[in-house]
DNA sequence: GAAAAATTTTTTAGGCAATAAAAAATTTTT
DNA sequence: AAAAATTTTTTATTGCCTAAAAAATTTTTC
């Protein structure tokens, strides 16, 4: 048996994230090829495309890793500090927005967007989801808390309801990258009245 | 002052997209090279970028012409039938859903949701936006039904709910061409959980 | 209506991503 | 240590996309 090829794999992953994030940092994706990545990480250009299959691949894999941060973040500065779900759907795309945009320009989430949906099926697509989906559940976690403080209704599912207030979350998160000029300011107001109207939509009678 | 000028451009600007429609239908737009529709337009290649800028490009603008489309069939089906918020979502989504997958695979949605996001501040990018709004604006306008006959609360902005509404259901369907096992009841089913934990999340005296 | 000017398309050339297949190198097994 | 298996590199090709020069065509001017 083995052990040495596959710490070998390790280590040109490793090599080939390194190498890619240095350079991305430096002149951003479009400017970097992947032979520059692969020369820096000493491997072929060949390679970076069987390790990562495209370079949104590469990039994607990154922003992966940053997730994790912000996961880690998240668990620590969204528990304990919302009375009512709408501040607390308020601070949780604060504190993502905050964290993407001092991570990377609108551009290139943009670019990570986008190969987030068009490569949905690969294996780092499939990873950036699952820490959305973690995400989600930090969300979840604390609208159980409102839940037993009597902030919530008892009678949703403190899952669907995070689930949805996270899509709602993501689209203008995608809204406020797809314009350069939108200020996280403007982003929190049209977020906040996506909230309002969609919490305060069905009269007394109604529900 | 001139004329024939503006006519060859829009001359060829049709050709373009027929040629283009033609063969994305025959082979999908992977296996269609952007020469071929030049050569089938009658223009050479680079006019095509000239024009459209990317093959994504092309694309969009050929989805942004059946979004017209879907934008009648809207403004047809979906007044008048709905005597609640959520089923009007409902029927709203399931239209969407309907008009898409007739109309191109879930693979190609993916890559034209993802240029979409891209390609945001290009032309194309930005009407197929425009179009997006005025499907948005054909909900709100039911909503604004639904608020005259008491279904919906007077206290809410209808353009805003309207809004939110699309939104979530953007997500849904974002979701929905993720993952080429998802079935439309499946979908469906989904989209219904999200609103009505989000419709339902406050308790009466929080409201 | 012909020459000059302006605009647009085509040709030409090149960079780079991505993929496939053969060749070379390296690790693992026997 | 040789054979087998695996992985990387080399090599070659296709196609997107861009830039710049050349050619063609329309518009303007006289």
Do not use: C
């Not at 390790?10 to 994706?29: S, V």
């Not at 912000?70 to 964290?99: C, N, T, W, Y």
């Not at 969609?198 to 009269?203: R, S, T």
């Amino acid at each position: 048996m083995s052990g040495l090829r596959e710490k070998q794999k390790a280590d040109r992953r490793r090599r080939i994230l390194e190498a890619a994030r240095k350079l991305f940092a430096k002149a951003g994706p479009d400017a970097t090829t992947i032979e520059a990545i692969a020369d820096a990480a000493g491997v072929s250009g060949v390679t970076v495309h069987n390790y990562y299959g495209t370079k949104s691949g590469v990039l994607l894999a990154l922003v992966a890793e940053s997730d994790r941060e912000l996961l880690e973040k998240m668990a620590r500065e969204l528990p304990g500090q919302s009375d009512d779900v709408i501040d607390l759907a308020r601070r949780f795309a604060a504190i993502i927005r905050d964290h993407a945009i001092t991570f990377l320009d609108k551009e290139i989430w943009r670019q990570v967007f986008a190969a987030s949906i068009a490569e949905a099926n690969s294996r780092f697509g499939k990873s950036y989801h699952s820490l959305d989906h973690q995400l989600a559940l930090v969300l979840v976690r604390e609208i159980e808390v409102l839940q037993a403080r009597d902030a919530v209704s008892p009678d949703v599912s403190a899952y669907d309801l995070g689930k949805a207030i996270f899509s709602l979350q993501n689209m203008r998160f995608v809204n406020f990258i797809s314009f350069d000029e939108m200020t996280d300011v403007e982003s929190d107001a049209a977020f906040l009245r996506d909230l309002r109207s969609i919490f305060g939509a069905l009269p007394p009678d109604r529900r």
